[in-house]
């Protein structure tokens, strides 16, 4: 090793020393393990942070120097989808804003490019996504107002729906960010979603409609006023599972909601009542796959039908909401991840929350370019 960089090759022949198959494996130490964690992620830190720097700097380069340099929009998408990569890592994501990218990646929100402005509501909501000090970076750098305005207003679908996704990961529990969503009439905005005839749009607003409800239900009777609950009785009907579903967690919520005395506040609809006999009877016309694929929607069905008339529904009676060993699902021992814990205490990886990943095949990353330098390479 030189100073505090780290020798790649030294560390793959220490490596491999372990596993040549020469002879029999020597245990590694306690020590060793945590030598071995400390130094890769050492050094993967300081290239990562070397390199979100000149991605900063040529983010905060004006547009007419870029374009003077042959830098296309493709180049800046593609140097965008590295940064996301990058800012996995909640430390990273914290040290965005230290690097000077933070702001420029708000700003390219409101470029005239509908695929860059999509991109960066992406690095926007993997910086903030179950970080409290990144939601508030974001928050202070005025980020909240261009994902509005795109959410609101985008001519571009895709581009509203990455930035109802960066909205939805900025406002999670942050009270402030709900405050402010509230102030500029973002449920609105969330109404206007489930209007329109996207299926990944509804899923996203229904996500976030429902997170909502939940963490306060003083604001049922305002969702009521908007019409929710008639659009969730449409959406509760859908012919994509992902929405069915979400709109009948939706209405459960607001079936919950006793704010108006002690009558549900869909109890008296009957239009409801049709909906849930309908769900019902298709519940039972189902395949065994097609019903274990519906666990979700059989359990939404039975409470709902459960708070708002006070009795079990048919599907208790008939024995279709829990079939026969889904008591006694559980999930296998995990085995080989106590062989990881050294890395994983050292590296924070963040996860998104499952609500949250039903798109991931349409947010894959794309190429990345190296521009200013070159980026951090993987051991030869």
């Known amino acids: 090793m030189a100073g505090d960089r780290l020798s790649w090759a030294g560390l793959l022949k220490w490596s491999l020393s372990y596993v040549d198959g020469a002879g029999p494996s020597r245990a590694i130490s306690e020590d060793e393990r945590r030598w071995l964690a400390e130094a890769v992620e050492r050094h993967m830190m300081m290239d990562v942070?070397?390199?979100?720097?000149?991605?900063?700097?040529?983010?905060?380069?004006?547009?007419?120097?870029?374009?003077?340099?042959?830098?296309?929009?493709?180049?800046?998408?593609?140097?965008?989808?590295?940064?996301?990569?990058?800012?996995?890592?909640?430390?990273?994501?914290?040290?965005?804003?230290?690097?000077?990218?933070?702001?420029?990646?708000?700003?390219?929100?409101?470029?005239?490019?509908?695929?860059i402005r999509a991109k960066a509501a992406d690095v926007v909501t993997t910086v903030?996504?179950?970080?409290?000090?990144?939601?508030?970076?974001?928050?202070?750098?005025?980020?909240?107002?261009?994902?509005?305005?795109?959410?609101?207003?985008?001519?571009?679908?895709?581009?509203?729906?990455?930035?109802?996704?960066?909205?939805?990961?900025?406002?999670?529990?942050?009270?402030?960010?709900?405050?402010?969503?509230?102030?500029?009439?973002?449920?609105?905005g969330l109404r206007d979603a489930l209007i329109s005839e996207s299926a990944r749009f509804q899923r996203k607003a229904l996500s976030l409609t429902n997170y909502?409800?939940?963490?306060?239900?003083?604001?049922?009777?305002?969702?009521?006023?908007l019409g929710f609950p008639?659009?969730?009785?449409?959406?509760?009907?859908?012919?994509?599972?992902?929405?069915?579903?979400?709109?009948?967690?939706?209405?459960?919520?607001?079936?919950?909601?006793?704010?108006?005395?002690?009558?549900?506040?869909?109890?008296?609809?009957?239009?409801?009542?049709?909906?849930?006999?309908?769900?019902?009877?298709?519940?039972?016309?189902?395949?065994?796959e097609d019903l274990d694929a519906a666990r979700e929607e059989r359990q939404l069905v039975d409470s709902l039908w459960l708070a708002c008339y006070d009795e079990p529904s048919m599907l208790r009676n008939e024995g279709l909401l829990v079939l026969p060993g889904e008591e006694s699902f559980e999930q296998p021992p995990d085995v080989a991840g106590r062989f990881f814990e050294p890395i994983r205490q050292v590296t924070t990886i963040r996860r998104a929350p499952p609500n949250e990943r039903s798109d991931s095949e349409d947010d894959s990353v794309g190429g990345m370019i190296l521009l200013l330098g070159p980026a951090p390479r993987d051991p030869e």
């Open 128 to 188: 903030v996504q179950n970080n409290p000090t990144s939601q508030q970076l974001v928050m202070e750098a005025s980020g909240f107002e261009p994902l509005l305005s795109n959410f609101r207003t985008d001519p571009d679908l895709t581009a509203r729906i990455k930035a109802l996704g960066a909205l939805s990961s900025l406002i999670r529990n942050n009270k402030p960010g709900v405050a402010a969503f509230r102030l500029a009439n973002g449920y609105a």
């Open 212 to 225: 909502l409800l939940s963490e306060s239900h003083s604001d049922c009777s305002v969702f009521a006023q």
């Open 230 to 288: 008639h659009l969730m009785m449409r959406l509760a009907s859908s012919n994509d599972s992902g929405v069915r579903e979400a709109a009948l967690g939706g209405l459960l919520e607001l079936a919950r909601d006793t704010t108006l005395g002690n009558r549900s506040l869909l109890a008296d609809h009957e239009r409801l009542r049709r909906l849930l006999r309908g769900r019902i009877e298709s519940i039972r016309s189902m395949t065994p």
């Open 49 to 115: 942070v070397s390199r979100m720097r000149e991605i900063a700097l040529l983010m905060n380069t004006p547009p007419a120097v870029l374009e003077a340099q042959g830098i296309t929009h493709d180049d800046i998408e593609d140097l965008l989808s590295e940064l996301q990569v990058h800012v996995e890592s909640i430390d990273m994501a914290n040290d965005l804003h230290s690097v000077g990218g933070l702001v420029p990646v708000i700003k390219y929100l409101r470029n005239s490019n509908a695929r």
